[in-house]
Nanobody
Framework: VQLQASGGGLVQTGGSLRLSCAAS????????MAWFRQAPGKDREFVAG????????VYADSVKDRFTISRDSATNTVYLQMNSLKPEDTGVYYC??????????????????????WGQGTQVTVSS
């Protein structure tokens, strides 16, 4: 499956952005979709993830109460609504897919190594 991320841009501190990630193929009910980000000179880090069937959502502590992940099963699209943005939120944001096959676990893994497919990334820059 191909993942196409969009919606990044330049915003001032306190502003909002909404990222979208459209999957070209089928997202199965046991799969997990997630957003990661990578700032210059830093490792890629987990931001938020969602279990497709259970709609279970997990967030990094740094974005809780500011970011919201959601999904549209009809269009195989996952969104990341980002509010109250801070300069430390700056980075390239990637969407990723964790294929679970026959696993019925609703766990959302925060390790990037668990994700099989990645989008191309979209730049988010928050100015102070």
């Amino acid at each position: 499956v191909q993942l196409q991320a969009s919606g990044g841009g330049l915003v001032q501190t306190g502003g909002s952005l909404r990222l979208s990630c459209a999957a070209s193929g089928v997202i199965y009910s046991n799969d997990v979709m997630a957003w990661f980000r990578q700032a210059p000179g830093k490792d890629r880090e987990f931001v938020a993830g969602i279990h497709w069937r259970a709609n279970k959502k997990v967030y990094a502590d740094s974005v809780k109460d500011r970011f919201t992940i959601s999904r549209d099963s009809a269009t195989n699209t996952v969104y990341l609504q980002m509010n109250s943005l801070k300069p430390e939120d700056t980075g390239v944001y990637y969407c990723a897919l964790d294929r679970r096959s026959a696993s019925y676990s609703t766990r959302v893994d925060e390790r990037s190594t668990s994700y099989n497919d990645w989008g191309q990334g979209t730049q988010v820059t928050v100015s102070s």
